[in-house]
């Protein structure tokens, strides 16, 4: 009976790890945020984590993407398209380079 026991044990799916966050609300918040939750059938917690989860990755997606102007964007594909030759500085960190490395 012992094997049965075991066996089943090491079949069991890992827990994921919770995290505790705690807030402090004023009465104002409390309520606003609770008829949130209610409109959408959801518990306090769950609105606050899925909006708060929401606005996190809204923010950083704003933050990582580069948005640029028409005459920025024109500048950039120049830049691309038509590169400047090296100049003096990076000419001797090439030469140095192949020195080095024996190329």
Not at 49 to 59: D, G, K, N, P, V
Not at 83 to 91: A, I, W, Y
């Amino acid at each position: 009976m012992s094997q049965t026991i075991s066996k089943s044990r090491k079949h069991k799916a890992p827990t994921a790890k919770a995290y505790r966050f705690d807030a402090r609300l004023n009465e104002e918040q409390k309520v606003l945020i609770q008829k949130a939750a209610d409109l959408q059938g959801r518990t306090m917690t769950d609105f606050v984590l899925h909006s708060a989860e929401t606005a996190a990755e809204r923010t950083i997606e704003e933050r990582t993407m580069l948005i640029l102007s028409a005459r920025e964007a024109e500048a950039f594909v120049d830049a691309i398209l038509h590169p400047p030759q090296p100049g003096p500085v990076l000419r001797a960190a090439a030469r140095h380079y192949k020195k080095t490395i024996g190329r």
